[in-house]
């Protein structure tokens, strides 16, 4: 450091100048004033105003000196005082220019009541990276005055040549902070100084291009919702008028609208009410809209209109019939309830009690059995219109009692739009899944379903939205399920239930033949006398490559048949017309999946050895084959108890505890060595472990599997059983008979053991299956160890 001065400091609160800077400073100040005029005093110059001096050819210098929170930097700014004189409004002002950096010593009083420093020159530093840094701010500095229209300061800038002149340029600019500009005054190296004052510009330089974005985007909405709303009023003007000219300004006249419509009294009385309130209603609040779509909801609702019913009984069965082989019970049911309301209307007896009596029939069965397109024939048949509702996995009561219409975007529920859909109050609407539909946080929509299935409540129904009472006594409502279980007992117990087990073979190829094989020749671009399939081809694809309780498998299983035949013909290997016959079917499908065990070898037969049975269950895709398996621990690998794999569920757990328990005690009254019992561990299983097994109708084929492993006889092939047992030998009914008969059909059972108690069930089994069948009832566990177990042979091997 060189050439001391001793110069007048100028505090500044909160501020810094930098060199370069031109500054005006209020002389009003205290400390302001007498430093001007303590450095006047020292340089000779003509008096402008009265006590204060300048224009002098040697300038009056001061230092300005930084004061941030009462304390001085340790560099200030050399200033030379330029002028001084009156501001507009009378005040006096001087004039301040920045010269150069100083180091500020030891302050002190002075003479004219102002404080004196001697201040030391400070030399700056520079390296080759200055001049290019130099050159990049002022790119920024000059990009920031194109921005804010500074175009007279462009030119000065450019010709400022030295990087340290251009690294103080930041000291004008208003978007750095006191401290940030201390920093750059106490900043010796330029490089430094300008690469901070570079960074700092450039981060007000992307914050000022977001800020315009935004600005620019929210001017260009302002316009466009101006624009919009003027468009919108001459639209409105310009339909005003031609509506006037033509007569169709009606439409929008709610209240001539729905005074001409016939609505009940109630629902009128509401909707004029708020057509009321839609009068009073500014054009631009939201509620308007509101309005307008609850009275076109309620003016769509045909609540007078109602299609008269079919009442030709005969017609009806032809109809049901002609769509559906089988499933007479069904169309039994829609029957006895078209007679009774043919006989009621022809007596002029009219609703019963004053009020129509909605049938709400639940169709039960696993997939496949034709329940959704069962509610289609019976629409037909009743002469009605048919609106079907899905209900699987919807888990908001607001599907089915719709929104309130304080929400944003409320609908009504889903029977309200089937009914608005169907355009009629008696339609045949189908609840779809209903045992698909959940629950959590939102509501149970099944508790929703409790009114709107109610005959007794139905005809008062108020959904959410409306807010008006809907009769729906009138409508005949059609629910489906595939398992009644997750069904809620109140919920079930205002349904009649009609169980749709499963189709025979028989009506497999009834329904193949008359309505799959048409249906999917259309979808393949084929016609009937393309491609013909026999009935012993159909009766192979439901017993070997199918096996289920519906047809959905077998569709898809004659779409593939008829796809192979297609490819063939593209490609000239084959010739139309074709027939497919039994023994044709492995070229298009392959080997057969499901081989009735019958007809296996006796090596290959899952009860071929001792310890295996073969019982019947009941699942969600109808009735099934179960086999449970059996089998002794080696004596010496010390194990004992009971062992049970499988997925077992708490029910087939306690029917296998039982079993044991009932051969522990009774197995010497039936010839079997107890002994092995008690010392050896048993293990049972029920194989497909990944699938999840329970009930009740496993007891009895534990105990035969049990006892087929103690005595070393072999369960017969072609028997299947179901019926639980007690701890003293009686096997208890079960349920699901008339499901697990046609399961053992279609596995190619031949004899079929049931508890006696379930004798009653088999009325309602096809006589088809019964006389293919040889049922047994029984009553106790010996007569189905006589019935299921092979005759005692000296060649047949022993329990160890």
Known sequence: ?????????????????????????????????????????????????????????????????????????????????????????????????????????????????????????????????????????????????????????????????????????????????????????????????????????????????????????????????????????????????????????????????????????????????????????????????????????????????????????????????????????????????????????????????????????????????????????????????????????????????????????????????????????????????????????RGDPTAALLEVLDPEQNHTFRDHYLEVELDLSDVVFLATANALETVPAPLLDRMELVTLDGYTEHEKVTIARDHLLPRELERAGLTSGDVTLTDEAFGRIAAEYTREAGVRDANRTIAKVLRKIATKVALDELALPVTVDADGLETYLGRPRHVPESSLPESTQRTSTPGVATGLAVTGAGGDVLYIEASLADPESGSTGLQLTGQLGEVMKESAQIALSYLRSRGAELELPVSDLKDRGIHVHVPAGAVPKDGPSAGVTMTTALASLLSGRMVRTDVAMTGEVSLTGRVLPIGGVKQKLLAAHRAGMKTVIIPQRNEPDLDDVPAEVLSQLDVHPVANVREVLELALTPASAELPQAA
């Open 1 to 441: 450091m060189s050439d001391t001065r001793l110069l007048p400091v100028l505090p500044l609160d909160d501020d810094v100048v930098l060199p370069g800077m031109v500054v005006p400073l209020d002389l009003n100040e205290g400390d302001t004033r007498a430093a001007v005029e303590s450095a006047q005093a020292r340089t000779p110059a003509t008096t402008s105003l009265p006590g204060i001096r300048s224009g002098a050819a040697n300038k009056a210098e001061v230092l300005i000196v930084p004061r941030v929170h009462g304390e001085y930097a340790e560099l200030g700014t050399v200033a030379t005082v330029e002028r001084v004189g009156r501001v507009p409004g009378g005040k006096t002002a001087v004039l301040l220019r920045g010269t150069g950096r100083a180091a500020v010593g030891r302050i002190a009083d002075g003479p004219g009541g102002a404080r004196w420093v001697h201040a030391d020159d400070v030399s700056e530093s520079t390296d080759d990276r200055s001049g290019q840094l130099s050159t990049e701010y002022k790119a920024v500095v000059i990009s920031l005055l194109q921005q804010r229209g500074g175009w007279q300061m462009i030119d000065a800038v450019q010709q400022i040549e030295q990087p340290s002149a251009v690294a103080d340029l930041s000291g004008n600019a208003p978007y750095l902070t006191t401290e940030q500009k201390l920093e750059l005054l106490t900043t010796l190296d330029v490089s430094a100084r300008l690469e901070k004052a570079l960074e700092w510009s450039r981060e007000y330089l992307a914050e000022l291009e977001v800020t315009d974005t935004i600005r620019k985007d929210v001017q260009e909405g302002m316009d466009k919702q101006q624009k919009e709303f003027l468009l919108r009023r001459q639209l409105e003007a310009i339909r005003k008028e031609l509506g006037e000219l033509d007569g169709s300004a009606e439409d929008d006249d709610y209240r001539a609208r729905v005074e001409a419509a016939e609505l009940p009294e109630a629902v009128k009385k509401a909707a004029l009410a708020e057509v009321d309130k839609l009068e009073r209603t500014s054009e631009q609040s939201p509620e308007g809209g509101w309005i307008r779509t609850w009275l076109d909801t309620v003016l769509e609702l045909p609540w007078n209109e109602r299609t008269e019913d079919s009442y030709d009984i005969a017609a009806a069965r032809a109809v049901l019939d002609a769509d559906h082989a089988g499933l007479d019970d069904v169309k039994e049911r829609i029957i006895e309830y078209l007679a009774v309301r043919k006989r009621r209307a022809e007596s002029g007896l009219g609703p019963v009690g004053g009020r129509r009596s909605g049938a709400v029939l639940a169709l039960a069965g696993p997939p496949g059995v034709g329940k959704t397109s069962l509610g289609e024939s019976v629409a037909k048949a009743m002469g009605r219109t048919f609106v079907r509702v899905a209900l699987g996995g919807i888990r908001d009561e607001a599907e089915i009692r719709g929104h309130r219409r304080t929400y944003v975007g409320a609908l009504p529920g889903r029977i309200v739009r089937a009914i608005k859909e169907a355009g009629s109050m008696n339609p045949v609407v189908l609840l779809d899944e209903i045992d698909k539909v959940g629950a959590d946080y």
